[in-house]
Structure formats: structure tokens, C-alpha cells
């Protein structure tokens, strides 16, 4: 089964980066789709970025222009690059990862990112 890790997470002011990381534990299965979600207290999880193992990207609104996601499949690792970060942006980030066959969906425990202003 897949285990994901997640670190990089940590007190930061507002306008400093991050980068968070999440390795993949080895596995037959294929993992087609990583990505970050974040959850803030008294909101639902939302979707931040997702990666294909082709390199295909997907971002939030509030993410695009300031984070990047990135993957290493040789490492399975996949990074998210957090530029000018903002006290909204303050959460408990997750990361998943989604394989086609078994239909399945994987979460980190979550790592936690405070944005002080």
C-alpha cells in the first residue's frame, strides 16, 4: 500500500516561502496524480495544486502565480513551492495521491504551514 510523508511545513512571516515535500512509499501501484490540498480551521479541505506523472498541473485561483508544484517520479516526491505566502494561507497541507487501478486515494497525515502577518 502506498504510505505518504509529508515535511516542510513551519512558521513563516507573511511574503516568505516554504517548501513543502511528500515522498511516496514504494509500491506496485501506479500513482497517476499527486497533488496538495490544504484545510483551514472551520473550513473544508480544498484543493491547492495536483501534478500528473506526465507533468500535467492544475492550481487553485488563490495558488496560481505564487506556488508551484513539482514531482520527481524516480524519487516519488512530489514538492510545493510556496513564494509570498499570506496569513490566509495558513492551514494544515495534505498530500494526496490517486492511482487508477486499484481505484484508490491516498492522504498524508498533513503538515502543518502558519503564515504569521
Known amino acids: 500500500q502506498v504510505q505518504l510523508v509529508e515535511s516542510g511545513g513551519g512558521l513563516v512571516q507573511a511574503g516568505g516561502s516554504l517548501r513543502l515535500s511528500c515522498a511516496a512509499s514504494e509500491s506496485r501501484f501506479s500513482i497517476n496524480v499527486m497533488g496538495w490540498y490544504r484545510q483551514a480551521p472551520g473550513k473544508q479541505r480544498e484543493l491547492v495544486a495536483t501534478?500528473?506523472?506526465?507533468?500535467?498541473?492544475n492550481y487553485a485561483d488563490s495558488a496560481k502565480g505564487r506556488f508551484t508544484i513539482s514531482r520527481d517520479n524516480a524519487k516519488n516526491t512530489v514538492y510545493l513551492q510556496m513564494n509570498t505566502l499570506k496569513p490566509e494561507d495558513t492551514a494544515v497541507y495534505y498530500c494526496?495521491?490517486?492511482?487508477?487501478?486499484?481505484?484508490?486515494?491516498?492522504w498524508g497525515q498533513g503538515t502543518q504551514v502558519t503564515v504569521s502577518s
Open positions: 501534478i500528473t506523472s506526465g507533468g500535467s498541473t
Open positions: 494526496n495521491g490517486r492511482t487508477n487501478w486499484p481505484n484508490r486515494e491516498y
